[in-house]
């Protein structure tokens, strides 16, 4: 299939929000990779959690030529503000909502998406609604990780997959077996080494 | 916020609420914009939509067209209530006002068209 175009995007005035980076290359990658899979699997409702710029979610509205109902969430407001301008300027339709992960929708996704907070440090750094929140992790990088997985099974619908970036040092095994746990399987997409980290995109899935 | 994703929302999470839907809209700007119709699109999607809260939304807002009051049957080819649903789902925006939770009468400001559905702590 196609390559997936980078969408346009502008954080001139907003200072605040995570410009899109390795990661975020890495994830757009792995939803190339993904895109047949998910054209055929035709997601009615998705949510990318913590969409920052917005490029992630937009790029799948793109690739679904609007076919879907995109939902965003981010606690940093300034966040959520581009987000709804980049779906924008690339014609594209992006609901964009402040909010805690996903803890105020009551209806399930058939995809989401997560670039989650995963760098390691002091709990007591996530705090706030600032560009802290793009990376602190808290302990080994999963205290959001962990409230995420916790609410996976009541936010994704059955036939539903999940993409979520994960650092090595995240234990990423652990991770797996809780999924199971819940009944999901796991699938390595893709993964990269860059500088400093070891970066992993997974599809958990029924 | 258009009304898709009031159809979506709760607040049900606050401590001490059971149900907290639908909340209750209080616009100040509501803004009509076009959105390109796709009618497999919009018949795809209303069987997930709970159609009493869509349609006291839609008329609180004045913007129900006389729609009915019931889902009818049999709309998959039905373009002019198709196109009409259309509307009311996607092209309909809450640009300035609030959500109100129905039982703590918690509100949730919308500005710019972004809903804030953050709480804080001490309430959930
Ligand atoms: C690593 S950045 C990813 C941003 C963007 N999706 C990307 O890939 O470039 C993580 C994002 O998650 C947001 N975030 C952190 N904790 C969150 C939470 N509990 N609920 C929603 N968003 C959160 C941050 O504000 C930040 O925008």
Redesign the pocket.
Same mark, same amino acid.
């Given at each position: 299939m196609s390559q997936i175009p980078t969408p346009f995007y502008c954080l001139k005035d907003f200072p605040n929000v995570?410009e899109?980076?390795e +990661?975020?290359h890495l994830?757009l990658d792995a939803l190339e990779k993904e895109q047949q899979y998910i054209v055929n699997k035709q997601p009615l409702f998705i949510c990318?959690?913590?969409?920052?710029?917005g /490029? &992630?979610i937009t790029a799948l509205a793109t690739m679904l030529k609007g076919h879907c109902c995109c939902f965003a969430? +981010?606690?940093?407001p300034e966040?959520c503000k581009v987000t709804k301008l980049t779906a924008k300027m690339n014609q594209s339709i992006v609901e964009s909502v402040e909010?805690? &992960?996903t803890n105020m929708f009551r209806c399930k996704f058939d995809l989401i998406i997560f670039? =989650? =907070?995963y760098v390691v440090t002091d709990s007591d750094e996530i705090g706030g609604r600032g560009l802290n929140?793009?990376?602190a992790g808290g302990m080994s990088g999963r205290e /959001?990780i962990d409230k995420f997985l916790n609410t996976l099974p009541t936010i994704l619908s059955n036939s539903g997959a999940c993409y979520l970036l994960l650092l090595k040092e995240n234990n990423i095994d652990e991770i797996k077996e809780l999924l199971q746990e819940y009944g999901y399987k796991n699938e390595l997409v893709i993964q990269r080494k860059i500088p400093g980290e070891h970066l992993f995109v997974y599809k958990f899935f029924k | 916020m258009k009304l898709l994703t009031h159809n979506v929302l709760t607040s049900k999470c606050i401590r001490g609420v059971t149900v907290g839907y639908p909340l209750l809209i209080k616009a100040t700007n509501v803004k009509v914009s076009e959105v390109e119709f796709k009618p497999d699109f919009v018949a795809k999607v209303l069987p997930k939509i709970e159609w009493d809260v869509l349609a006291n939304a839609a008329e609180s807002l004045g913007h129900w067209q006389n729609l009915p009051k019931e889902l009818p049957n049999n709309y998959e080819n039905d373009t002019d209530f198709l196109k009409k649903i259309h509307r009311v789902l996607l092209e309909v925006e809450v640009i300035q006002g609030e959500l109100i939770c129905p039982e703590s009468g918690r509100k949730f400001p919308i500005t710019n068209g972004i809903a804030n559905m953050l709480l804080n702590e001490d309430e959930v």
């Open positions: 995570y899109p980076s +990661d975020t994830f990318e959690i913590g969409s920052g710029s /490029i &992630l969430t +981010d606690v940093n966040a909010m805690n &992960l670039n =989650p =907070p929140r793009a990376y /959001i | -």
